[in-house]
């Protein structure tokens, strides 16, 4: 990997993690287009970028860790859970899921949930404005929504929204609440991979390494900022209708040929 690839997929990702649109399709995509096979040193380029938009988060939302916020982490925490537990039980079986057909179907199959929820939204008055306010029922509930993220393709950021949206948080308190309940999730993610990927960081370009955090943290950072300004004026239907059109992008790309059924990123 090169230092061109590296500021590419580091932009990738800032960009796709916390938007409802799924940083994985996106790797996909790039990584075929660029050549880029799924080696030791990628692996450890995937987990280190990463790693910084999760660092992201707690620079966006520094004023968030102290006591009296306690509640609001431990809301976060309950969220977490049941990913947590369906993740670690049935691991092997999630592992069976992928493939860039599952991403790409998963991709439609999101935008047109994102086009339903957002076709009702607009009847119905939010509850919670704030994500201070979320009680723990809305959290549990969210929890459970960002199951189906163990769906390849379908987002985290995209379940936990939708969650949210559906027990009366408003798109602002949505995007709030699954950036921070980010922490938790993309934590244990990132602290696993990088455990049991430890030795392949010792062949790795570290200048590539490097590269990839920085511009990740600084990309992920203004994204979470962008979008919600960017809500504060529209809805999630424009990115319902990209899911849908990126899934049939995919899905043209794999049926032709340019992706491996096998693609990884």
Same mark, same amino acid.
């Given at each position: 990997?090169?230092?061109?690839?590296?500021?590419?997929?580091?932009?990738?990702?800032?960009?796709?993690?916390?938007?409802?649109?799924?940083?994985?399709?996106?790797?996909?995509?790039?990584?075929?287009?660029?050549?880029?096979?799924?080696?030791?040193?990628?692996?450890?380029?995937?987990?280190?970028?990463?790693?910084?938009?999760?660092?992201?988060?707690?620079?966006?939302?520094?004023?968030?860790?102290?006591?009296?916020?306690?509640?609001?982490?431990?809301?976060?925490?309950?969220?977490?859970?049941?990913?947590?537990?369906?993740?670690?039980?049935?691991?092997?079986?999630?592992?069976?899921?992928?493939?860039?057909?599952?991403?790409?179907?998963?991709?439609?199959?999101?935008?047109?949930?994102?086009?339903?929820?957002?076709?009702?939204? *607009?009847?119905?008055?939010?509850?919670?404005?704030?994500?201070?306010?979320?009680?723990?029922?809305?959290?549990?509930?969210?929890?459970?929504?960002?199951?189906?993220?163990?769906?390849?393709?379908?987002?985290?950021?995209?379940?936990?929204?939708?969650?949210?949206?559906?027990?009366?948080?408003?798109? *602002?308190?949505?995007?709030?609440?699954?950036?921070?309940?980010?922490?938790?999730?993309?934590?244990?993610?990132?602290?696993?991979?990088?455990? *049991?990927?430890?030795?392949?960081?010792?062949?790795?370009?570290?200048?590539?390494?490097?590269?990839?955090?920085?511009?990740?943290?600084?990309?992920?950072?203004?994204?979470? *900022?962008?979008?919600?300004?960017?809500?504060?004026?529209?809805?999630?239907?424009?990115?319902?209708?990209?899911?849908?059109?990126?899934?049939?992008?995919?899905?043209?790309?794999?049926?032709?040929?340019?992706?491996?059924?096998?693609?990884?990123?």
């Amino acid at each position: 990997m090169d230092i061109f690839q590296a500021i590419l997929l580091g932009i990738i990702e800032g960009i796709t993690e916390f938007l409802p649109i799924s940083s994985t399709g996106h790797l996909i995509v790039a990584s075929e287009l660029m050549g880029l096979p799924q080696t030791r040193e990628n692996t450890a380029f995937e987990v280190i970028i990463q790693l910084s938009a999760i660092l992201a988060v707690v620079a966006n939302y520094r004023d968030k860790f102290t006591p009296r916020h306690l509640d609001l982490w431990i809301k976060v925490f309950i969220a977490f859970l049941p990913l947590a537990a369906i993740g670690f039980l049935f691991s092997d079986q999630i592992k069976a899921l992928f493939s860039v057909r599952v991403v790409a179907i998963m991709f439609i199959v999101g935008g047109i949930v994102f086009l339903i929820v957002e076709y009702f939204q *607009k009847n119905r008055t939010s509850q919670t404005l704030d994500v201070e306010d979320i009680s723990y029922k809305q959290a549990a509930f969210i929890g459970i929504a960002q199951v189906f993220a163990l769906i390849p393709g379908t987002s985290r950021a995209g379940s936990t929204i939708i969650g949210a949206l559906l027990v009366g948080l408003n798109r *602002k308190a949505s995007a709030e609440f699954s950036f921070l309940l980010a922490l938790p999730v993309m934590g244990a993610t990132s602290g696993y991979e990088i455990v *049991k990927h430890y030795n392949e960081f010792n062949s790795a370009s570290w200048l590539t390494l490097a590269v990839g955090f920085v511009v990740s943290f600084i990309v992920a950072y203004f994204t979470m *900022k962008l979008l919600l300004r960017f809500l504060q004026h529209f809805t999630f239907v424009g990115f319902g209708i990209y899911r849908i059109v990126f899934g049939v992008i995919l899905l043209y790309l794999l049926y032709n040929g340019v992706i491996s059924p096998a693609a990884h990123a």
